[in-house]
């Protein structure tokens, strides 16, 4: 008996060391944590085709990384960072410009609140607003993935990663203390998390873009591609989506007397572009896991707060991560039991012998 209980003390040192020598690491590494989940989504959309270069058509394994590296670059990390710096001039120009901005927005609130006869917005709120939006902003557009470093530390990682496909994995269902069909699990759905998260809500956000830049440009909305551009962003987020732009885009619009232009712009929104969101996730249906409305509003919630304007993709799936990870503990260490309804359980058969009467 002494000897199971200082195995199992031991043990439990072990495991304690372990997570006091990780959480230190973790804490001082934090600041690099996006590039590496950012190399992780990008190993898991990278992976099927450095195995088919380099094992079906002989690749060298660092050539094949090195191209899957520079597809990645132009044709994900150029165009997002393209259109955050776009953002970013406006954004800085309208911070630059706040007190401008705010006597004008002061002007259209009261010119609404006089054509509908009660106001919309007090002053005061409105100039809380903006002292929250100017502080909130740059943080949000300032995103730690959008950096020099982090970018290098992902493509840094990425690169071993890839060069090292087989024996990482291996190595990692050998050490995830897990049974085997709880390691494939983890493997199937967190491929399926991350081309959700990662693929699936920027592609639906650029899809809604598409189909608003089309109405812009029909509508002639002054500077389209910038509205275009606020679409996309806003589209990631959840619940009220790319609404957040079309919908005070058409309001202003109106206030400003281009009646035709507004009432075309909420139309057009709220048929056009609203429809699309729900025809692309039924199409997407099949290539992406349903994650729940709730994982993204607190994943954005607390993927923007730790990570900036990348946070809207990581954010849900840290959420998602945890949850798969306490099914697979479920699975893994506890046996729930359950009682049978009444009435469905087997009953009670009793056999009486001849003599019995």
């Known amino acids: 008996m002494s000897n199971i209980d200082n195995g199992r003390l031991k043990q439990i040192g072990f495991i304690f060391l372990i997570l006091f020598l990780a959480i230190l690491l973790f804490t001082k590494l934090f600041i690099y944590f996006p590039g590496f989940l950012g190399a992780v989504t990008f190993y898991v959309l990278c992976r099927k085709w450095m195995i088919r270069l380099t094992e079906v058509r002989k690749w060298k394994k660092s050539l094949a990384a090195t191209l899957l590296m520079l597809l990645t670059f132009l044709i994900i990390l150029l165009p997002v960072g393209a259109l955050v710096n776009m953002l970013s001039a406006k954004i800085a120009y309208a911070v630059n410009n706040s007190t401008e901005l705010i006597t004008q927005a002061k002007a259209l609130n009261n010119k609404l609140s006089q054509e509908i006869g009660f106001t919309i917005i007090t002053d005061a709120r409105l100039q809380k607003f903006s002292e929250t939006a100017t502080s909130f902003l740059p943080g949000f557009l300032g995103a730690t993935f959008n950096t020099l470093t982090a970018i290098a530390i992902l493509y840094f990682i990425l690169y071993f990663m890839l060069v090292n496909l087989r024996s990482m994995e291996l190595a990692i269902y050998e ?108 199409l997407l249906a099949k290539r992406i896991a349903n994650v729940h409305p709730l994982i993204t509003i607190f994943g954005v919630l607390i993927g923007v707060n730790l990570f900036g304007f990348i946070g809207l993709i990581f954010g849900p799936l840290l959420i998602s991560m945890f949850i798969l990870l306490l099914q697979i503990y479920s699975n893994e260490y506890l046996i729930k039991k359950r009682s049978a309804p009444a009435g469905s359980g087997p009953k009670k058969v009793t056999v009486r012998n001849k003599t019995d009467k």
């Open 175 to 282: 050490y995830i203390p897990l049974k085997d069909e709880n390691v494939e699990l983890l493997g199937r759905e967190f491929n399926k998390l991350v081309i959700s998260n990662a693929v699936g809500i920027p592609l639906i956000a650029i899809i809604q873009g598409v189909v608003s830049l089309a109405g812009y440009l029909i509508f002639g909305v002054p500077q389209p591609f910038f509205w275009f551009v606020v679409t996309c962003f806003t589209a990631m987020l959840p619940v009220i989506g790319a609404a957040a732009v079309y919908v005070p885009l058409g309001v202003y619009l109106l206030a400003a007397g281009n009646t035709f232009q507004g009432l075309a712009v909420l139309i057009y929104g709220f048929a056009i572009v609203g429809t699309s969101d729900n025809v692309s996730r039924f």
